[in-house]
């Protein structure tokens, strides 16, 4: 291990595991905290000094900071989701980019089935109804039963699996995806045709261009007004304005996000929506993986710094 302390970038607040873990490791600057202006002077001064960018799979990191680095050697993030940084610039500057796969898999999949029943349920407007005394004054509205429903999931990698298999209890699950695969479960080649075929349709899918606002005004409508749409995979696959119409309209029965286009601001159409369950980024968010997740960043940091701090080759 090469023992020489250089800089890392934080560019989000993380668990105090990762963050004493990487303080033990390197000279962390917490750039998040810092004001656009306090950031350039800083990299005028010590630009040449950082190798490490450590950073969320929301948050990412910009061409423009990547290119103010020039000993940059690692973008480390701490999850999945790798939309957020542009891969051939990185590769092209011999930055390597790493991800914690595998360990927030379930965590993922286990929110996707609780929004789905939150949502159908209605769990969180009876949590309000009855915390606001409202059941003395009588029973609220029946909710829709979630077993028997057909269930679409949008990609069939780890975290869309781990879905589906859950889903499976319940009714019978369909997919799309990039390609057919060795699965008990009816393949979509075609969006329009899973939605049509679905009551629940949930996404998985990776955001990148071939899927940004996939999930548009025809998707909507094929998924139609007994419909529900699940995301716990990014805002970006979602038409947020197209699904903010369909909702207000009743073309869509409801709908259930973790993520959003323009996090953490959410559109004051969803928040005002009765038909929608609303959750902030939090799927991978447990103690238990959290402890998994930062263990697995400090591992793809250890691994960079044992290569001798020099950028990927
Ligand atoms: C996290 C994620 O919320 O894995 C991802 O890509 O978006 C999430 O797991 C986030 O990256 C935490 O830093």
Known sequence: MNDLRTIALQLCPFSPRLEAGLSARFDVIRWFELSEGEQSTWLAAQAPGVHAVVT???????????????SLGIIAIHGVGVDKVDLPFARS?????TTTPGVLTEDVADLAVGLIIGLLRGIPASDAYVRAGSWEQGDRPLARKVSGRRFGVVGLGHIGAAIAARLAAFGPVAY????????????????????RASDVLVLACPANASTRHIVNAAVLAAL?????LVNVARGAVVDEGALVAALDAGRLAGAALDVFENEPHVPEALRSSSRVVLTPHMASATVETRIRMADVVLENLDAFRAGGLSPAQ
Do not use: I, W
């Open 56 to 70: 969320g799979g929301h948050v990412g990191c910009s061409n423009a900071l990547m290119a103010a680095l020039p």
């Open 93 to 97: 500057r011999n930055v390597r980019v």
């Open 176 to 195: 799309t995806g990039p390609q057919r695969k060795e699965v008990p479960y009816a393949f979509h080649a075609d969006l329009l045709d899973l939605a």
């Open 224 to 228: 139609g007004e007994e419909g529900y």
